[in-house]
């Protein structure tokens, strides 16, 4: 194994991509790309990846709010998944993206799902091989999941402001300008949305990206307990719940956290900054 991959609490939820170019036709695998720039997968992705674009699949159309498990059900079948399909997800930018598919899975209970280390960009640096072909898998029967388990891996409004006043650990994962109030966005997309800056009372910064190295890819377990156990101290039991602007970058840090350091009690608040810097009555803090 990945000598890197021993060191976190679970080893196995990555593969590296000498292990994924290995692997490439092995059966009972399925790669899934899934990115912000949604016109990526198009110009070459992974021999065999399929594409999920978290907006138009993952989402409901008309509620802010995921899929149910009928329409999970026929997303999987459409791609061939069944719940014995081990998914590696990859995507741009530090698998940010690809987090925030896997997460939405885990809501479905699909477990057999790990992440490419360093994703697209670590896959593309090392001139691993892209295609433009466009496998269509056999449909599978994918069973419809009695329910989306939110329970335990998202975080609502409600439970968040209750959160914040019972003083149980926040990491807001935004860009330091974001956390301070200073923007609304991060600095280089439009400053739109939300019409207050800040961030929620009580909540610690830890930007996302500090949990990624240069070349993409996860930081060792060391770096890691660095931040979040050192300096944001963070307890193993503790009750944390990680927000960002709508709930994705924080899909990063919430994987960090979960299966790479093992604490054990970890939601994404997927309404995020969206939402709470335009609630009504809801107290924020500005400045670092």
Request: net charge negative; aromatic share 12%; glycine share 8%.
């Amino acid at each position: 194994m990945n000598s890197k991959f021993a060191a976190y609490h679970t080893p196995e939820i990555l593969v590296d991509t000498d292990w994924l170019a290995a692997n490439l036709e092995t059966p009972g695998i399925r790669i899934i790309e899934s990115n912000e720039d949604l016109l990526l997968y198009d110009v070459g992705h992974i021999p065999g990846a399929v594409h999920i674009d978290w907006r138009r699949d993952l989402n409901d159309q008309t509620t802010r709010d995921y899929i149910g498990p009928q329409a999970f059900a026929e997303l999987c079948r459409r791609h061939g998944i069944t719940p014995e399909t081990t998914l590696v997800f990859y995507g741009d930018k530090s698998n940010w993206w690809a987090c925030y598919a896997f997460w939405v899975f885990q809501l479905f209970g699909h477990t057999k799902a790990k992440i490419l280390d360093g994703g697209r960009d670590k896959w593309e640096a090392e001139n691993k091989p892209l295609t433009r072909s466009v496998n269509a898998f056999p449909a599978s029967d994918y069973p419809v999941p009695s329910k989306r388990d939110d329970e335990a891996h998202r975080a609502y409004f409600q439970q968040t402001l209750e959160h914040c006043k019972a003083g149980k650990k926040l990491v807001d994962v935004r860009s330091p300008k974001e956390y301070s109030g200073e923007v609304t966005h991060m600095p280089e997309y439009p400053q739109e949305g939300v019409l207050r800056g800040g961030h929620i009372p009580g909540a610690k910064s830890a930007p996302w990206a500090r949990a990624a190295n240069a070349d993409k890819t996860f930081k060792s377990r060391e770096e890691l307990e660095a931040i979040y156990a050192n300096e944001l101290g963070l307890k193993t039991d503790d009750d944390i719940i990680a927000y960002c602007r709508i709930g994705e970058r924080s899909s990063h840090t919430w994987f960090v956290l979960k299966y790479l350091l093992g604490y054990n009690q970890v939601r994404n608040y997927d309404g995020s900054w969206t939402e709470w810097g335009n609630m009504v009555r809801t107290p924020i803090e500005v400045g670092a």
